[in-house]
């Protein structure tokens, strides 16, 4: 199990951009549990099942608290067979996507499309609250803004209530 801080700054795209070569590409399902269940033993927080290129899958259960652009994280692989037997729990918050994770000399970046929703957003984590973000030349014309601070765009909400409503999605 890891637990740490999530340092994450996150852009609304208008388009998709031309995906470099090198990316690696991930079909995520994420289910989140519903946050008014209370009682011992109410799971909290995300399921995630990963689908690698090679067709392996990996699966974690996470928590994060607090919001914006620092929040903490608590993150453990769990069994296939765990993620199954939770999922039905996520049965009307879910989110399916894919996933290009691009590695620059700096930083990982992720941009996700969204498959029931016409959403485009990328994303990339630092090691610090101070730490600068230089934004690659493939990825720069296609951000609308950036999203961070807007807790309407984090998947969670997205899952939950769909794109807001007073706001241009992507296309």
């Avoid at 919001?67 to 999922?87: K, L, N, P, Y």
Wanted: proline share 5%; net charge negative.
């Amino acid at each position: 199990m890891s637990r740490g801080l999530e340092i994450e700054r996150v852009y609304l795209l208008g388009a998709m951009p031309l995906i470099p070569a090198n990316a690696e590409i991930w079909k995520i399902e994420q289910g989140y549990f519903d946050a008014s269940a209370t009682g011992e033993g109410a799971p909290s927080g995300r399921l995630r099942r990963i689908t690698h290129a090679s067709g392996a899958q990996t699966c974690f259960h996470t928590v994060k608290q607090g919001s914006g652009f620092v929040r903490i994280e608590t993150e453990r692989e769990i069994a296939a067979d765990d993620f199954d037997r939770w999922w039905p729990l996520t049965t009307g918050r879910r989110i399916a996507k894919t996933r290009h994770r691009v590695l620059t000399q700096k930083h990982t970046w992720e941009v996700d499309v969204f498959h029931s929703i016409p959403v485009l957003l990328a994303e990339v984590e630092l090691a610090s609250e101070q730490e600068s973000v230089e934004i690659p030349e493939w990825l720069a014309r296609f951000i609308k803004r950036e999203v961070t601070d807007d807790a309407r765009w984090r998947n969670a909400s997205l899952a939950l209530h769909g794109v807001p409503s007073d706001s241009p999605t992507a296309s």
